[in-house]
């Protein structure tokens, strides 16, 4: 993930501009890694890009700090009240959560105190599910009868690249920071390639092209689209899932979308 993806997740889940995600970053990160070890932090560092990797040293002396004193120090750190530190602070983690494998963030999390996992805990579940590249694949592949990951792979390329040509460019740009990172380049290929106005392809055109991307069969176009909206939904929020569908014909809802 590069620092551009990394601060548009925050700026999105905290709801502010890209001069206060960076702040928000800066404190945020220089306030968390006084709580853990060198090697928690080296562990974080090594997966990030370069602008937040080095706001967390490895040579610092931890502290114990506790998750209440944690949002004390953001808070006074950015000039706002608690419940502004605790939302900013919790896109902060979303992006770690999202920027670095998922069993190296549960490693770490899982050796913070009880009150900071639990923060942790919360502020992902109300940002909604999220699935690493190898997650979104396999719920894709078991899904759809695929083989392999492959399988997948292309399955969900082909899909999102179509669903592309028939959503606004608002609703691609928050799908890319919901789904994993390098699904993104197939939402923006269906953005730029898109010859008609969002939502207007017939549903069979739309198979049809996903048949024609993958070399298979219409039917089987046809299951691969619903796998990979399905696993789009375990990635998604309720609501972002809702405002993607609500851009659907209702024949694209009807047949593909899971009940």
Do not use: C
């Not at 990797?53 to 706002?80: K, M, S, T």
């Not at 419940?83 to 992006?95: F, I, S, T």
């Not at 579940?125 to 190898?134: I, R």
């Amino acid at each position: 993930m590069d620092y551009d993806r990394f601060l548009s997740i925050v700026q999105h889940a905290a709801g502010a501009d890209r001069q206060t995600a960076e702040t928000t970053v800066r404190v945020t990160l220089e306030t968390l890694v006084k709580r853990l070890t060198p090697d928690q932090a080296r562990d974080l560092a090594e997966h990030l890009p370069r602008e937040p990797a080095r706001l967390l040293p490895q040579d610092h002396v931890q502290e114990n700090v506790y998750a209440d004193g944690f949002l004390r120090r953001i808070a006074e750190g950015e000039q706002v009240d608690l419940p502004v530190a605790e939302r900013r602070a919790g896109a902060v983690l979303l992006a770690l959560s999202r920027a670095v494998p998922t069993a190296v963030f549960t490693r770490v999390i899982s050796e913070l105190p009880e009150d900071f996992r639990l923060l942790i805990e919360r502020t992902l579940a109300e940002a909604g599910p999220t699935l690493t590249l190898e997650e979104f694949l396999n719920r894709v592949a078991g899904r759809a009868g695929l083989a392999d990951k492959q399988g997948a792979w292309r399955a969900s390329e082909a899909v999102l690249e179509m669903l592309g040509e028939q959503i606004s460019v608002g609703e691609i740009r928050d799908l890319m920071e919901a789904l994993p990172t390098e699904l993104a380049s197939a939402l923006e290929r269906g953005n730029e390639g898109s010859d008609s106005a969002p939502g207007t392809t017939p549903l069979e055109d739309f198979l049809a092209l996903i048949a024609l991307e993958e070399g298979v069969s219409v039917d089987e176009a046809l299951r691969h689209a619903r796998a990979v909206l399905a696993t789009v939904r375990d990635a998604v929020t309720k609501k972002e899932f809702h405002d993607l569908t609500s851009q659907l014909a209702r024949s694209y809802v009807e047949e593909l979308v899971p009940a």
